[in-house]
């Protein structure tokens, strides 16, 4: 893939059997978004200044045209304004993946080890080679027609083929992760401790990781996993559940 920035350019790249791909203006992303969140119940789904954090695509693509297997991180809502494409899924064995798996982007030797390092937080002998990532036993397909929308969740691996000229639209939304949530109240929780409320330093007093220790036991809830990472320079601390409970 690669980007350009003149229309005439790409209605030649699309005329000579090439996809186009691009971002729906941000209004629209607030319109439509925004307003798929709030009636999906999302929270989190707004930046400060107000904007949406999901986004709005627009596919156009020539009949043949494949988009190999990849998957997002985002809820995602596809609408078929015309022509149809059919969609292979696959199961993968992460599922709400910090960043998506995207092997079909040119980019992704530049990404193989953000992703990498991410997916291996939800299995920790996560391999990024397409044989060990799709479910090649487990896969269904679906064929899109116009007027037709489907979902697809995070982390649903998935392939797409063109039957016809087509033109389609995604709604990617974007929320709050559980683990925001609790990231955010676990950090005022921190913030009582003074020791904590100072800037940080690459001189670490071992007291003050001591301090953030005690803390951990004495506010983990008893439904978050018993085993947690502080900072590179604190050792593994593992949570008692008799010890530990907060109202968040």
């Not at 696959?90 to 982007?105: A, D, E, I, K, Q």
């Not at 007027?147 to 697809?152: P, T």
């Not at 929780?189 to 020791?195: N, R």
Request: charged share 25%; with cysteine; proline share 5%.
């Amino acid at each position: 893939s690669f980007q350009v920035s003149d229309p005439d350019i790409a209605i030649k790249i699309l005329k000579s059997g090439g996809a186009l791909y691009f971002r729906g203006p941000q209004h629209m992303a607030n319109v439509y978004c925004s307003r798929l969140s709030d009636e999906l119940g999302f929270i989190g789904s707004r930046y400060a200044n107000g904007d949406v954090k999901g986004e709005i695509e627009v596919f156009i693509s020539r009949k043949g045209h494949v988009t190999n297997w990849h998957w997002d991180w985002q809820d995602n809502f596809t609408i078929q304004v015309s022509g149809t494409k059919t969609w292979y899924f696959s199961p993968t064995h992460v599922s709400n993946p910090l960043y998506g798996w995207t092997p079909h982007f040119s980019s992704f030797e530049q990404t193989r080890e953000l992703q990498g390092r991410a997916h291996s937080l939800a299995r920790s002998n996560y391999d990024s080679s397409p044989d060990s990532v799709i479910r090649h036993d487990f896969v269904e397909s679906v064929t899109l027609s116009p007027g037709d929308v489907l979902y697809h969740p995070p982390g649903m691996c998935h392939r797409v083929e063109c039957l016809e000229d087509s033109l389609s639209v995604n709604i990617s939304l974007i929320g709050w992760r559980e683990a925001d949530i609790f990231a955010h109240a676990f950090r005022m929780a921190l913030c009582k401790e003074a020791s904590l409320r100072s800037f940080a330093s690459q001189r670490r007093d071992g007291r003050l990781w001591a301090s953030a220790r005690d803390l951990v036991f004495s506010t983990m809830p008893p439904r978050i996993p018993r085993v947690v990472r502080l900072p590179r320079c604190a050792k593994r601390i593992v949570i008692s559940q008799e010890d530990c409970e907060i109202d968040l």
